[in-house]
């Protein structure tokens, strides 16, 4: 029985369009999107149409070719979550044909409100902000009439007025994972070191481990945590350890806002003569190649960085391609990872 021949009916009804729409995205006549143009033709190339048969849909669409601005505070370096969130984001736009830039603010430039000295509004399609948590600076970006998109956002960001697409990692569960664990354990004095107003993620993981102590019938012992100005936790000097001196009487656990504070926390507790895992307990958060080699090895939660970088990247195409769609607010998928430090008992998940 001789095979049936495929026409545009068949294009149509396999895409759930109408005939008039796939005959004039196959002729390229005009009034059709490029993105739906690109389907028909992926599907005629599928279903082997006419002169269609023989071609590969990989090159067969001009793509287009534009720029995308990567604004940030600090360039994330190699142990940084933030440096394989770029490299992913860089290998999805490209795909699309558009090129990344990478601009510093500097401190000045943040103050008065102006943009980096090598940023061109005019030339660029889009902008992906990381570490850049300023409020104020975060509205005159949102306000420029372009694509935005933050990779986490200001801790105090309020979505229905914020005017961009955010982001984030899985914060909130993941630490909840990771204090209910503790608790399972029969502790009862866990604190938080980290400042919860640093970024939307502190403060998300702040909410989870206050989450998980009331769902115990327990209140966060402040006089226990470290819940001072992010910057303090920036200094090389002995500030940690004098901090702990400070709290007189330790938890028996911390919970950290991220793998940095824990392993700094980790030295200043051996410095005071206190053991890890033995006198207090320590998690943190990102999953660093430093957690990984701390002594004892750091319970902590791993982030899919490289594919948040993609998801960036397919959420700031969209954006360009339909600026009137809702702004969204994504959370990616991030997975608790027990080791010695806590000496957890999810073996399962221990790497």
């Given amino acids: 029985m001789a095979k049936e021949k495929v026409t545009i009916q068949h294009i149509a009804d396999a895409l759930g369009i109408s005939r008039n729409t796939a005959s004039k995205a196959l002729n390229d006549t005009g009034g059709i999107p ?30 287009k070719t534009g720029n995308i601005a990567l604004l940030t505070t600090n360039m994330p370096n190699t142990s940084h979550f933030g440096s394989p969130v770029i490299s992913g984001l860089e290998q999805k736009i490209s795909m699309e044909g558009y090129n990344l830039s990478i601009h510093i ?10 943009l980096p000295v090598n940023f061109d509004a005019a030339g660029v399609d889009g902008i992906v902000c990381i570490e850049l948590f300023d409020p104020a600076y975060s509205r005159l970006l949102t306000e420029l009439d372009i694509p935005v998109i933050f990779i986490d956002c200001a801790a105090d960001a309020f979505y229905p007025d914020f005017g961009a697409d955010v982001l984030l990692m899985e914060n909130e569960h993941s630490t909840y994972a990771l204090t209910r664990d503790l608790l399972a354990d029969g502790l009862t004095e866990i604190g938080f070191a980290g400042d919860y107003n640093h970024c939307k993620s ?23 945590s ?4 992010d910057r303090f936790f920036l200094f090389e000097t002995d500030w940690m350890e004098r901090k702990l001196e400070s709290i007189g009487r ?16 980790m030295k200043a507790l051996k410095n005071s003569g206190a053991s890890v895992p033995g006198d207090v307990r320590v998690c943190g958060f990102d999953d660093s190649s430093e957690s990984r080699i701390v002594e004892p090895h750091l319970t902590t939660v791993h982030i899919y960085s490289s594919d948040m970088g993609v998801k960036a990247g397919e959420m700031l195409l969209s954006r360009i391609r339909n600026p009137r769609q809702p702004y969204h607010v994504t959370h990616a998928y991030t997975k608790p990872i027990f080791r010695e430090s806590t000496q957890g008992e999810q073996i399962g998940n221990q790497v």
Wanted: glycine fraction near 6%; include cysteine.
């Fill in 226 to 229: 470290i819940l001072d100005e």
């Fill in 34 to 63: 490029e993105e739906t143009r690109a389907r028909v033709i992926k599907k005629a190339i599928e279903l082997k149409y006419k002169q269609f048969a023989y071609m590969e849909t990989d090159g067969l669409l001009p793509k």
């Fill in 202 to 224: 502190f403060r998300e993981r702040w909410i989870g481990y206050g989450r998980a102590l009331a769902d115990a019938g327990l209140d966060i012992p402040r006089e226990q």
């Fill in 250 to 265: 330790l938890p028996q656990a911390f919970v950290c806002a991220n793998d940095f504070i824990a392993v700094r926390l």
């Fill in 105 to 114: 603010v500097r401190d000045d430039e943040r103050g008065e409100r102006a």
